[in-house]
């Protein structure tokens, strides 16, 4: 159980096309979603988090205008990359949450990869 | 800011090794501490957790204590298998949640039969 889906797996792009990513939660309702990125070699690094018909809280130095959040259902949210260029190419990762056992565990999915060109 | 370091990779054992991965942390307070893993095409999940200072997180075979006056999590698995092939992230977040989670590089382990 708790099981999160992300499409497209990957994606390649021309650079000033916006590219949508969905996660789903596919057994399970979501407290809430986060919005991860990660470059080689590196950390996953939060982008956002958001909750089901709220605007999503972006961290630090995320450009909200950049990064489109949309959590239209508890097990729906989307990332919507707008005018993407070639550095916004990277791995997105999402989680969605739900408490259990007195504790909110984040579920992640796989991933999806974005290529700008 | 919070932060957390892990030994970089990619660490290749044969099968039956002895495992060892270290991660240590920056953290204000008395934080929760994680291990993910990744498999291959897979999303990342909750390997073992540890949410005070001596606890023991196990799973799998897999070990971690919660050091606080070495502020580390090291994993640890006495006789590695194929199957543990995988990416393996420590993290730690706030007490007491998983919630805002801080992630270390990952490391990438493969056993070879």
């Known amino acids: 159980g708790a099981v999160v889906s992300q499409h497209p797996s990957w994606v390649i792009c021309k650079s000033g096309t916006s590219v949508k990513i969905e996660c789903r939660s596919l057994?399970?309702?979501?407290?809430?979603m986060f919005w991860y990125r990660q470059f080689p070699k590196q950390s996953l690094m939060l982008m956002a988090t958001?909750?089901?018909?709220?605007?999503?809280?972006?961290e630090q130095g995320v450009e909200k205008d950049k990064f489109l959040i949309n959590h239209a259902s508890l097990t729906l949210s989307t990332l919507t990359v707008t005018s993407a260029h070639p550095e916004d190419s990277s791995f997105y990762i999402c989680s969605a949450s739900f408490w259990r056992e007195q504790w909110e565990t984040q579920y992640f999915g796989p991933g999806t990869r974005l290529l700008v060109l | 800011g919070d932060s957390v370091t892990q030994m970089e990779g990619p660490v290749t054992l044969s099968e039956e090794a002895f495992l060892t991965i270290n991660c240590t942390y920056t953290a204000t307070g008395y934080p929760s501490l994680f291990w993910y893993v990744q498999y291959p095409g897979e999303g990342l999940q909750l390997l073992l957790k540890?949410?005070?200072?001596?606890d023991k997180g196990s799973n799998k075979g897999f070990e971690a204590t919660y050091r606080k006056e070495t502020t580390s999590f090291h994993l640890e698995k006495g006789s590695v298998q194929v199957s543990d092939s995988a990416v393996y992230f420590c993290?730690?977040?706030?007490?007491?949640?998983?919630?805002?989670?801080?992630f270390g590089s990952g490391t990438q382990l493969t056993v070879l039969p």
């Open positions: 958001s909750n089901e018909g709220s605007k999503a809280t972006y």
């Open positions: 057994d399970f309702q979501a407290t809430t």
């Open positions: 993290a730690l977040s706030d007490p007491g949640s998983a919630r805002q989670l801080t």
């Open positions: 540890a949410t005070k200072a001596d």
